[in-house]
Nanobody, 123 residues
Framework: QVQLVESGGGLVQAGGSLRLSCAAS????????MGWFRQAPGKEREFVAA????????YYADSVKGRFTISRDNAKNTADLQMSSLKPEDTAVYYC????????????????WGQGTQVTVSS
């Protein structure tokens, strides 16, 4: 089992940058695919990005491709999401999640979730 805690959210102007971090507990962190999802008010939770267990594969939603970068450090049990060129439509609660599966984008494919961190982008 793994427990996840997100940090780094906040308020930023459009065009700005934020870096989200996900800290994981547990000795099997390197076994999981790590993902970031987001949920805006009144909308379903949606996939943002994922990274394979060894960092060799990364996957992005079309809406963030070229602006967001996912990374992980298995020695530190962390998975980060660097967000640049932020837009008001990026405003949401961002969640870190862990999956046993490779390259999956579905909410149901992820077994463990953090509590979320709010990102607000002002226009």
């Amino acid at each position: 089992q793994v427990q996840l805690v997100e940090s780094g959210g906040g308020l930023v102007q459009a065009g700005g940058s934020l870096r989200l971090s996900c800290a994981a507990s547990g000795r099997t962190f390197s076994s999981y695919t790590m993902g970031w999802f987001r949920q805006a008010p009144g909308k379903e939770r949606e996939f943002v990005a994922a990274i394979s267990w060894n960092g060799g594969g990364t996957y992005y939603a079309d809406s963030v491709k070229g602006r967001f970068t996912i990374s992980r450090d298995n020695a530190k049990n962390t998975a980060d999401l660097q967000m640049s060129s932020l837009k008001p439509e990026d405003t949401a609660v961002y969640y870190c999640a862990a999956s046993f599966y490779h390259g999956r984008r579905g909410v149901r494919d992820y077994s463990y979730w953090g509590q979320g961190t709010q990102v607000t982008v002002s226009s």
